[in-house]
């Protein structure tokens, strides 16, 4: 049975900030920063947490978010999960703000990879409290798509961070990749996309409709459906996967369908 995870909901109600680092493990073992890309400022250093309820209250206009787009949770199961997340943030319910971050990196957001490496690097977010090996771990792991922002995060993470600290973060990050790493989480999440998504296009080439919980009253044109749930799709694997094919929908299926790129 599937763990769940995070990302960001189709409409207004998105994920929480995309701020931060990407990682090399060599880094860990040596116990040096890696190398920041020039001419990049990158987010706050890992000292201090971006202030998450003004980002969350500014994600929605100043509005609370009630409910999330439910019929997203076996689709883009990281976008779903993003929502909850910025869901009980906004209401300071700490525990499950955590949880939520977790299902949402389970299905390979690194958003959400990012800000629990930040929760428990500086332990100054709600009652989590901090746990500095466990925080630069999921740092590397935000990183893992060579994002400028998130290499300078867990750069300032690595520089902060003692010898012993290192060397644990190393373990638990091995630890972690077997179920968060790009290879595994995403690979998921691509999976479980390309198999829900698959009904949608066949609907689409015979001129159907689709419906999807939450996501709209009525049902709509299959077509106008996966063609939001591609560009959705897109943003959501950038980095991690090939291109996905939008717009008109092909006479081969599953050539609309995203797939990974060949193991480096």
Request: net charge neutral.
């Amino acid at each position: 049975m599937d763990r769940p995870a995070l990302a960001l909901p189709l409409r207004v109600v998105a994920t929480i900030a995309a701020l931060c680092a990407s990682p090399m493990t060599q880094a860990f073992q040596a116990g040096t920063a890696p190398t920041q890309p020039p001419g990049n400022a990158g987010p706050a250093p890992a000292s201090t947490s971006p202030d998450l309820h003004q980002q969350a209250m500014d994600f929605t206009g100043g509005e609370k978010i009630i409910n999330c787009i439910d019929g997203l949770e076996r689709i883009l199961p990281a976008d779903y999960y993003g929502c909850r997340a910025l869901y009980h943030l906004q209401r300071e319910h700490w525990s499950s703000y955590r949880e939520s971050l977790r299902d949402a990196a389970y299905w390979a957001n690194k958003n959400a990879q990012y800000l629990l490496g930040i929760a428990f690097f500086n332990g100054d977010v709600g009652d989590i409290q901090a746990n500095r090996p466990l925080g630069l771990a999921w740092l590397a792991l935000a990183a893992e798509r060579k994002n400028p922002d998130y290499v300078t995060a867990y750069a300032n993470a690595v520089v902060r961070s003692t010898p012993a600290e290192k060397q644990q973060a190393s373990k638990i990050y091995l630890k972690l990749k077997k179920d968060y790493s790009d290879k595994v989480a995403g690979t998921r999440a691509v999976q479980r996309y390309n198999h829900e998504i698959q009904p949608m296009q066949d609907a689409a080439q015979s001129g159907g409709f689709a419906y999807i919980s939450g996501f709209g009253p009525f049902p709509e044109q299959a077509t106008t459906v996966v063609k939001r749930l591609h560009d959705q799709a897109e943003k959501d694997f950038d980095g991690l996967m090939g291109t996905v094919t939008v717009g008109a929908i092909d006479t081969d299926a599953h050539s609309a369908q995203i797939r990974p790129e060949a193991s480096k």
